[in-house]
């Protein structure tokens, strides 16, 4: 029981005759570091649609988890450490949103 299931899958299907099976050559990999075009470069820079709605996306879902966080405390309970936490983690959210509608990167570079 279970000897076909140890067996590679190969052997299961028979190759046509008079056919080699040659083993594909895989491609070869992209130069690490290599510059992106320009064009894409510029184009994730200017969407500015794209990083208002990515930006209060992430604003609303940290004040979301702030808000959540802190219910617990506004009923009377004392903060525990991890209601604290979640709050840290609310805030650094909407911070990460605040930064990606900024873009104080982006800035640095000069569009031409």
Do not use: N
Request: overall charge positive; hydrophobic content about 40%.
């Amino acid at each position: 029981m279970g000897s076909q299931l140890s067996l590679p899958f190969d052997s299961y299907i028979a190759a046509p005759p008079g056919t080699a099976a040659a083993p594909a050559k895989p491609a070869p990999p992209a130069t690490p570091g290599a510059p992106t075009s320009p064009a894409e470069h510029r184009l994730l820079k200017t969407c500015w649609s794209c990083r208002m709605l990515s930006g209060l996306g992430l604003m609303g879902a940290g004040g979301y988890v702030y808000w959540v966080a802190r219910k617990p405390m506004k009923m009377g309970y004392p903060p525990s450490p991890g209601t604290i936490t979640k709050m840290v983690i609310g805030l650094s959210i909407a911070t990460w949103g605040i930064i990606v509608m900024a873009d104080p990167k982006g800035k640095a570079y000069r569009d031409v």
